[in-house]
């Protein structure tokens, strides 16, 4: 896919996924777009289904929607509240840890740029960026493996993992996609372009797509 053939190739792909299921992250942020509430679902989400992240964050939102209130739940409660997400026993005390962080040196208002984002332990670049796009509304390129996927199956970039396509990305895609690229990639990546024996047969932007390391496809 040549930068040219890019503006078409996204007309086709924001047609089709219309028709596919929104992530469960991009839903929860069109309703309530709370900074706090993007990274605590973020970093429950890291390994774990779109169905069982929503249904543990909404049970520890019931209990706690601000920094305040979740530093003061004690871990097992945290624990029980987002079971059966992976790692919840690590997952439960990081996010309390972070709570006591952002009330410390944040004042209780969750950081909008990435470089501070990224001083939390537990906080990567992908859940550095989807605060500041779905919580923010700034720009920013969430790359996960859905992202790092297809965008080098289309041969639009050429990288060896998610944070060198980020970095990519940022040099070679207008800034006006960054922030719809992540929801749109990984609703068409979980439906359409899977990793292994891609759709191309009822994917709308199949001409576009250079099929780089695709062996077998339907």
């Known amino acids: 896919m040549t930068i040219e053939e890019f503006p078409r190739a996204w007309s086709g ?9 929104t992530p469960w992250l991009e839903s929860y942020a069109a309703r309530d777009r709370d900074p706090f ?6 970093i429950l989400s890291l390994r ?4 069982t992240t ?11 929607s601000d920094p305040e209130a979740l530093a003061g739940l004690p871990v097992k409660t945290i624990e029980k509240s987002i079971y059966p997400v992976g790692f919840y026993h690590v997952k439960a005390q990081r996010v309390k840890a972070i709570s006591r962080e952002i009330i410390k040196r944040y004042d209780g208002k969750v950081p909008d740029t990435i470089e501070e984002l990224l001083t939390f332990k537990g906080v990567g670049r992908k859940t550095a960026n989807l605060v ?6 700034k720009p920013g390129i969430c790359v996960d493996t859905h992202v790092h ?4 199956r ?23 996609y960054w922030k719809e690229i992540n929801g749109l990639l ?20 199949n001409k576009y797509c250079g099929k780089i390391g695709v062996g077998r496809s339907r």
């Open 13 to 21: 792909l924001k047609k089709q996924v219309k028709s596919l299921d």
């Open 37 to 42: 509430k993007v990274l605590i679902s973020c």
């Open 48 to 51: 774990t289904q779109d169905k």
């Open 54 to 64: 929503g249904e543990a964050s909404e049970r520890l939102f019931a209990l706690a």
């Open 132 to 137: 500041v796009v779905l919580g923010y509304d």
């Open 149 to 152: 996927r297809i965008t080098n």
């Open 154 to 176: 289309w041969g639009y970039v050429q990288t060896r993992n998610p944070e060198g396509t980020e970095y990519a990305l940022r040099e070679k895609l207008p800034q006006k």
């Open 186 to 205: 990984v609703s068409f990546g979980q439906n359409i372009c899977k990793p292994i024996s891609p759709l191309c047969s009822v994917c709308d932007i």
